[in-house]
């Protein structure tokens, strides 16, 4: 990179999210090329010592501060209001570059020239540190002033205020100053955790907990060195059982659902899972051995991964059994159930019921995921690759973010509606060591006029090789249609008239079609969306072929023999 002149945050590149309604690839090639240079000019010259990086790194660092805004462009108002200066807002993007900015002040120190250092602070208190005092002790954290997550209860709290904490602790002189920074920390990252509820679910899905989770442990480890231990974030109320997350959530032999905007596979970041196994002294063996060390993606998140910290200080707790048949969150609606150990049960189940005005929400309510072996045979697809739609008033347009793409009814040709009002209400949930079941009233979730009751039940078996029985009892005031939908990343065929077998890897179920005698088809198609990550989704329909003034559906769903090698 030496050779190469830096890529320019020109008006056109800036712009081409608001023409185009897709995050380009040229705009992320920028603000990669920037950042990156900063990064890794910092590190190179701290490990060689010679001065042969100052100079592109100083290069780099005006270049930067003579844009006009650091926010991501997706995150600019539609009429580029922070591009044209008519407000100083702080999203992900600026609280980020900030922190990386005076990190690299801080590692380098004199070794930059006084300009230099000048021009990041300066640059850093105009465009971060001031904007969010003003906004704090003005009481303007709203959109309008594009400092609403101040507050909020979700990832974007935590994210920023890890960005304006590790600036302000990097380039302000005053400790009166530093100290106002983390007070105001210490009191917005509780919104933060409110977010999880009682339970310690993450409505937000584990993609989101690896982002937010990750910058809040990095809030509490600057503040915690910051102040010798005497300000201690990580006992704030919620934060330990935030922390469980997902190793509650996870079903069995590292695969978890994709619940709300994250990639089908995902899974915890493992520098950050052995970072809360140790703080939290969870004791939780897969987790023990893992390294605290993370690969480079910025200058703190290298400092605090790679040197001494609280955790690697905090003795290891000996493991624990922390093994449970199954891990609830009544709050959330989500529970997940197990095998015994040591049992010839080989499946496993994720099943989610809330809201459907979640943060990164999906209209997913009575959804669910079935795991058998180390395969994903009935799954949740993850969300969608960010577009201009995503976010906004069409955001249920996509296939995968409606209900279309998930495991759930279609009622009267109608898919699940948004909003808070459609909730999965919990009737009953039963648990023993032989099976668990769940009973969700959906009722609510379709703007289904002549809908009188839907009642969705699962019954998951532990015994045998194991067993989920999923089951809808509906009734209209008239005869409606009814169908419902099994996702697969897998191979389908039909087994003869009320089967079909699903493949994945080296692992087969079959699905076990009951109507009670009204006919019914079987239909698969592509979901015709781009996910994340990985291939576009199949989607099985399995429609009533008349319309019914009540009915009972029920899916059977079964390992088939051992696994295929």
Not at 32 to 43: A, M, S, V
Not at 208 to 237: H, R
């Given at each position: ?5 830096v890529l ?5 590149v ?21 950042q ?6 910092t ?23 003579a ?7 997706f ?71 594009g ?31 530093r100290?106002w ?22 409505a ?16 509490c ?34 695969l ?9 596979n ?16 969870l ?15 910025s ?6 991964y ?10 290891p ?25 040591g ?26 995921v ?7 045979l ?33 009622v ?15 009737l ?7 099976a ?10 379709y ?6 009751r ?10 045998g ?23 697969t ?9 009320s089967?079909?077998?699903?493949s994945?890897?080296?692992e ?5 079609i ?12 592509t ?15 399995i ?18 023999g051992?696994?295929?090698?």
């Amino acid at each position: 990179r030496l050779q190469t002149p830096v890529l320019p945050m020109t008006l056109a590149v800036y712009s081409l999210y608001h023409t185009t309604g897709r995050r380009t690839a040229r705009y992320q090639r920028v603000r990669d090329d920037q950042q990156g240079r900063i990064t890794l000019y910092t590190l190179a010259e701290c490990l060689e010592n010679k001065g042969r990086f100052l100079k592109p790194l100083e290069e780099v660092l005006a270049e930067v501060c003579a844009e006009p805004t650091w926010i991501w462009c997706f995150d600019d108002t539609a009429n580029l209001d922070d591009w044209y200066g008519r407000r100083t807002s702080v999203d992900l993007g600026a609280a980020g570059l900030a922190r990386e900015m005076a990190a690299a002040v801080v590692l380098l120190g004199d070794h930059l020239s006084p300009q230099t250092r000048q021009l990041v602070i300066d640059n850093c208190r105009r465009r971060i540190l001031d904007p969010y005092r003003a906004a704090v002790e003005s009481g303007q954290a709203n959109y309008a002033t594009g400092m609403w997550w101040i507050n909020a209860r979700m990832n974007w709290n935590a994210v920023c205020h890890a960005g304006i904490v590790g600036t302000a602790l990097g380039v302000l002189a005053d400790r009166h100053e530093r100290a106002w920074f983390i007070a105001a920390a210490e009191k917005y990252t509780r919104d933060y955790l409110r977010g999880f509820g009682p339970d310690g679910y993450c409505a937000e899905g584990l993609g989101y907990w690896n982002y937010g989770f990750s910058n809040y442990m990095a809030t509490c480890e600057m503040i915690w060195q910051a102040t010798g231990g005497k300000v201690d974030l990580f006992d704030q109320p919620q934060a330990r059982q935030a922390a469980l997350f997902p190793f509650r959530l996870e079903i069995m032999n590292g695969l978890w659902p994709a619940y709300a905007d994250c990639p089908w596979n995902v899974a915890p970041e493992s520098a950050l899972a052995a970072f809360v196994n140790r703080r939290y002294r969870l004791g939780l063996a897969q987790w023990q051995t893992v390294g605290l060390r993370r690969r480079v993606v910025s200058i703190p998140v290298m400092l605090m991964y790679g040197c001494p910290n609280s955790a690697s200080e905090t003795p290891p707790a000996s493991s624990a059994d922390g093994y449970e048949l199954r891990s609830f969150f009544p709050q959330g609606g989500v529970l997940t159930c197990r095998p015994a150990l040591g049992s010839p049960c080989r499946l496993g189940v994720s099943i989610k019921g809330g809201n459907n005005a979640e943060s990164h929400n999906h209209n997913d309510l009575g959804t669910f995921v079935v795991a058998v072996g180390k395969e994903l045979l009935i799954l949740d697809p993850g969300g969608e690759v960010y577009t201009a739609r995503t976010f906004s008033k069409n955001r249920y347009e996509s296939n995968l973010l409606n209900s279309f793409g998930h495991p759930v009814p279609v009622v009267a040709g109608q898919l699940q509606r948004t909003g808070a009002e459609a909730q999965a209400h919990i009737l009953a949930t039963r648990f023993t060591d032989a099976a668990d079941t769940c009973i969700m009233d959906l009722t609510s979730a379709y703007a289904v006029p002549e809908l009188k009751r839907l009642t969705r039940t699962f019954v998951y078996d532990r015994r045998g090789e194991g067993t989920l029985t999923v089951s809808d009892e509906f009734a209209f005031t008239s005869p409606q249609s009814f169908g419902n939908a099994l996702i697969t990343h897998g191979t389908w065929q039909k087994d003869g008239a009320s089967a079909l077998t699903i493949s994945q890897g080296d692992e087969t179920i079959r699905v076990t079609i009951d109507t009670q005698g009204v006919p019914f088809t079987i239909e698969g198609q592509t979901i015709e969306e781009q996910p994340l990550v990985g291939p576009k989704p199949t989607r099985i329909g399995i429609n009533l072929t008349q319309p019914v003034a009540a009915g009972h559906v029920t899916l059977t769903i079964t390992p088939v023999g051992a696994p295929r090698s």
